[in-house]
């Protein structure tokens, strides 16, 4: 798949510096930013998946009013 990024060119100087100071490629450097990015996002929905055992216990009529705040 090709993706096509319309970024100016100060953002690409940057993330060609950036990449250069890493001593990858540019299409390296933006893979790498993308799978920390993607990892990130799936480490903060695990996280909320594990704390949701803590709030069972809310889970019941008595305290259903405050589902309505």
């Given at each position: 798949?090709?993706?096509?990024?319309?970024?100016?060119?100060h953002?690409?100087?940057?993330?060609?510096?950036?990449?250069?100071?890493?001593?990858?490629?540019?299409?390296?450097?933006?893979?790498?930013?993308?799978?920390?990015?993607?990892?990130?996002?799936?480490?903060?929905?695990?996280?909320?998946?594990?704390?949701?055992?803590?709030?069972?216990?809310?889970?019941?009529?008595?305290?259903?009013?405050?589902?309505?705040?």
């Amino acid at each position: 798949m090709t993706i096509h990024l319309n970024i100016d060119e100060h953002q690409e100087k940057s993330l060609s510096l950036m990449a250069k100071k890493q001593g990858i490629s540019l299409h390296a450097f933006i893979e790498e930013l993308l799978n920390s990015y993607i990892s990130e996002k799936q480490e903060t929905l695990d996280l909320m998946r594990l704390s949701e055992q803590s709030f069972k216990e809310w889970d019941n009529e008595a305290d259903s009013i405050y589902d309505r705040l």
